[in-house]
């Protein structure tokens, strides 16, 4: 294996196991329960909570999910990513050009060389909810951090929390515990000390359980800060991150290379709108969106307007009518707004839902693309050239794959093979919310889990072995492999994935060589033809225990050796250790507590265990995908046998 191979590969690691915690029920519920069935509600019903109490008692108002660091949307990265903006905000006001961080054990430290937070309103601003200078548009304009909620979330859900403010030679300094204040001070800074914030914090292991900062998505994080912010330079544990190309930097990052661009990088950067963009040979687009410098990975309106606008360019200047899908298939773009006043569908500002500016980002953007295309005559022939060829290949897969699709259908009328389906899907809304498929490996597997299931919102495919490897398959060729063909009808995927009729595809296979090739030739299947799928995070793993250690009076279930060598201490010399080679050794009885959620006051080892299935970067998919489901080499083998935790996770 070559050096560049192999790195590559080092790169593609599985993503760790996900265990979700469930908030307590508040001591302070004055809730009186008369029988098993009835409450009393009354006045003694209506609680008031001081200071942060309510974050802590609600954190996924504030935060999200809790989830222990394995998922870059879990709450350790929101508190960290609060904590920063803050200091990015200082940068782009034109406040201290470099900010230094460090996270080691758990600890998060944060150093801006900005103005500093006003030393009397310290206290205020990092544990009153409704303070903070955010709420002042002529302080600050398109902030991403909110000192009125952000921090505060920060100080509620972290064990320890320190802000020092440092201001024209004097210093604030203020500590907290799980958001109660325990020290103050306002002293004289040591001379030559810079102005500017400093945080620190760590994550309180009671709301979270056991965490850990995963580096690479911290890294992640900081690269994007500096693409978004050219000039700032961020020192990250000894590490510099710094852009001097901004958006442009981080298309060719994502790309891989430029040299897959079609033709050269078009940059624009008006007053509140700035893109940069290429076509590609792909046929997918790729939007990588931000709003005040905050990535919005879930789009929203200014996704929707850009992609319209973009659209409405091409045509205007070609005098055509190109569907937006052929004008956009393959094309990659960075796309930054500025807003004074970003209205995101949540806390974790994942989702810009701003209707305003629809019709000006439209506007500026067809205006920009006709102008770009009539100053670039060569380029023009090129775009015109891609979106021919992928109406040829969209017509193409959609006259071959309809006929297909309705004999398909036909003879699957009745009853989907292999499927036991579950009552409600995602189209029955409220209902069909929770609503899972599992895609299990043979009968054996398939038995307990059956048994097991809620038959309400839990579905189970059964594979019959080994799926065909179809990676360099054309889509047609789905149809013409029956396993496969019954599961994406299963799925409802055949027309659209906007058709998928559950909210979570879990993979569920077996922990040894078998199982893993079935689930990486099952996410080969995916990553081909349903992309989207992986991107828009309904993609998971099921993890089950590989090891039960019990005694006569205690059971405890372990994801690892780890955790089975600290049962088996605890436990003390008698205890029994048993390894479970497949799922079907799982009786029906244990297996209902690995695929339902865990319920308040159950040990943490039982409950539904899902790792998501995540693309970090577009460039890393065709290469993976060819290393693992490509030529069957020796060196393939070899690499696959030796590092069984290691999955598609581009």
């Not at 940068?91 to 758990?106: A, L, M, N, P």
């Not at 009153?128 to 991403?144: E, H, M």
């Not at 299963?490 to 078998?514: F, H, M, P, S």
Request: with cysteine; charged share 25%.
């Amino acid at each position: 294996m070559g050096v560049e191979k192999k790195s590559l590969l080092e790169k593609a690691e599985g993503v760790k196991q996900t265990a979700k915690k469930v908030v307590s029920k508040s001591k302070n519920s004055k809730i009186k329960e008369t029988s098993s069935t009835e409450v009393t509600y009354d006045e003694d019903s209506i609680l008031h909570l001081e200071g942060l109490e309510h974050i802590r008692l609600r954190p996924g108002m504030y935060i999200g999910s809790l989830g222990d660091g394995s998922n870059e949307n879990d709450g350790i990265y929101i508190l960290f990513k609060e904590g920063i903006d803050n200091a990015v905000d200082e940068f782009s006001q034109g406040y201290g050009d470099r900010i230094d961080v460090e996270i080691k054990d758990g600890r998060v430290k944060i150093r801006d060389y900005g103005r500093g937070i006003p030393l009397g309103k310290l206290e205020d601003c990092v544990s009153n909810v409704n303070t903070g200078a955010k709420y002042n548009n002529s302080v600050f304009k398109q902030a991403i951090g909110m000192n009125g909620v952000g921090i505060k979330a920060t100080n509620a859900l972290s064990s320890y929390f320190r802000a020092a403010s440092i201001r024209d030679g004097k210093m604030a300094v203020v500590e907290f515990e799980r958001g109660v204040k325990k020290s103050s001070s306002l002293t004289s800074a040591k001379p030559g000390v810079k102005n500017g914030t400093y945080l620190e914090f760590v994550p309180d292991a009671q709301m979270f359980g056991k965490y850990s900062f995963n580096i690479e998505m911290i890294e992640k994080r900081l690269w994007n800060y500096a693409y978004l912010n050219p000039g700032l330079l961020i020192v990250f544990n000894g590490t510099e991150y710094k852009s001097e190309n901004g958006l442009t930097d981080l298309l060719v990052s994502q790309m891989g290379s430029a040299e897959k661009a079609m033709y050269p990088i078009f940059s624009y950067s008006g007053e509140n709108l700035s893109f940069v963009l290429t076509h590609t040979q792909s046929l997918d687009k790729f939007v990588y969106s931000f709003v005040n410098g905050q990535s919005t990975e879930d789009g929203g309106t200014h996704v929707t307007s850009f992609l319209d606008g973009f659209t409405k360019g091409i045509n205007d200047y070609f005098k055509k009518n190109y569907d937006e899908k052929d004008v956009t298939g393959g094309l990659i773009v960075v796309l930054k707004i500025g807003l004074d006043n970003p209205m995101f569908t949540s806390q974790t500002k994942n989702k810009l839902g701003n209707v305003e500016i629809r019709s000006p980002i439209i506007k500026e953007t067809q205006a920009v693309i006709d102008d770009w295309l009539r100053h670039n005559p060569d380029i023009s022939s090129v775009l015109e050239d891609k979106i021919i060829r992928n109406q040829k290949a969209r017509d193409e897969i959609n006259n071959v794959t309809s006929k297909q699709i309705r004999e398909a259908e036909k003879s699957v009328s009745l009853k989907i093979n292999k499927l036991k389906d579950c009552i409600y899907h995602l189209q029955d809304g409220k209902k069909g919310a929770d609503s899972m498929i599992f895609i299990t490996e043979g009968d054996s597997a398939t038995g307990p889990m059956v048994f097991a299931r809620n038959t309400e919102t839990q579905a189970i495919f059964s594979l019959r072995g080994k799926p065909e490897n179809m990676f360099g398959r054309k889509k047609t060729a789905l149809f013409e492999n029956e396993e496969l063909k019954n599961l994406t009808l299963a799925l409802g995927v055949q027309k659209d994935v906007e058709n998928l009729r559950y909210n979570k595809v879990v993979i569920a296979t077996d922990a040894d060589n078998d199982g893993f090739h079935i689930r990486n030739l099952v996410l080969t299947y995916l990553l081909l033809f349903f992309e989207e799928l992986v991107l828009t995070g309904h993609v998971y793993i099921l993890e089950t225990p590989l090891f039960r250690v019990r005694t006569k009076t205690k059971t405890v279930y372990c994801y690892s050796e780890e955790s089975r060598d600290k049962a088996q201490k605890e436990l003390g010399k008698g205890c029994e250790t048993t390894r479970f080679k497949g799922l079907g050794e799982i009786s029906p009885e244990e297996f209902h507590q690995f695929i339902h959620p865990r319920k308040e006051g159950e040990s943490e080892d039982v409950g539904i265990h899902l790792t998501p299935v995540s693309i970090q970067s577009l460039k890393n998919v065709p290469e993976v995908l060819e290393f693992y489901m490509g030529k069957n080499t020796q060196e393939r083998r070899d690499f696959i046998v030796h590092h069984l935790a290691t999955e598609i996770d581009a």
